[in-house]
């Protein structure tokens, strides 16, 4: 993204109207070599793409969604669970739900 921290309203609406290709991920794996940072998406399991990000738009990016993250938070109240988190406390639930 370039040096504005968001982009503006306009320019996320007609890049949702238009064909500009849309995924949704509920997971993913990261890894890294010695020039970029490669994001594997996962939706229900299933590899669905692969983003590939130089350095410094992956720290700009993990920036900027942190930030979101944060407001999102500040603003409703609640404290979004991250995936390790929810996977520790399912487990947890499970552990304690079996006979001793």
């Known amino acids: 993204?370039?040096?504005q921290e968001t982009p503006k309203p306009d320019i996320m609406?007609?890049?949702i109207?238009?064909?500009v290709p849309q995924t949704y991920a509920n997971g993913f794996q990261i890894s890294f070599g010695?020039?970029?940072?490669?994001?594997l998406l996962q939706r229900n399991g299933q590899n669905v793409e692969?983003?590939?990000l130089s350095f410094t738009v992956a720290k700009s990016?993990?920036?900027i969604l942190s930030?979101?993250?944060q407001d999102i938070e500040s603003t409703t109240g609640m404290n979004i669970k991250t995936t390790h988190e929810l996977t520790r406390a399912l487990e947890s639930a499970r552990n304690d739900d079996q006979p001793k």
């Open 61 to 63: 990016l993990a920036e």
């Open 34 to 39: 010695s020039a970029d940072v490669a994001l």
């Open 13 to 15: 609406v007609q890049a």
């Open 17 to 19: 109207n238009s064909d």
């Open 1 to 3: 993204m370039s040096k």
């Open 67 to 69: 930030k979101v993250v």
């Open 50 to 52: 692969i983003l590939n």
